[in-house]
Nanobody, 123 residues
Framework: QVQLVESGGALVQAGGSLRLSCTASGRTFSTYTMGWFRQAPGKGREFVTAITGSGSMTRYADSVKGRFTISRDNAKNTLYLQMNSLKPEDTAVYYC????????????????WGQGTQVTVSS
């Protein structure tokens, strides 16, 4: 089992940047595929990006390609999301999630979730 804690959410102006972190408990972090999802008010949980345990493969939603970068530091049990060129439509609660198998875009297929961190982008 793994416990996840996100941090780094903030209020930022459009065009700005932000880096989110997700710290995991346990000694098996490197065995988990990790993902970032987001949920805006009144909307469902949306896939943002995911990365394999080794970091060798990533997937991105079309809406964030070229602007967001996922990375991980297995020695620190930490997942990152670098967000550049932020837009008001990126406003949401951002969640990190973990699963044992390959990266997928379906939230229900992730077994472990953090509590979320709020990102607000002002226009």
């Amino acid at each position: 089992q793994v416990q996840l804690v996100e941090s780094g959410g903030a209020l930022v102006q459009a065009g700005g940047s932000l880096r989110l972190s997700c710290t995991a408990s346990g000694r098996t972090f490197s065995t988990y595929t990790m993902g970032w999802f987001r949920q805006a008010p009144g909307k469902g949980r949306e896939f943002v990006t995911a990365i394999t345990g080794s970091g060798s493969m990533t997937r991105y939603a079309d809406s964030v390609k070229g602007r967001f970068t996922i990375s991980r530091d297995n020695a620190k049990n930490t997942l990152y999301l670098q967000m550049n060129s932020l837009k008001p439509e990126d406003t949401a609660v951002y969640y990190c999630a973990a699963r044992n198998l390959a990266p997928v875009v379906v939230a229900a297929m992730y077994n472990y979730w953090g509590q979320g961190t709020q990102v607000t982008v002002s226009s």
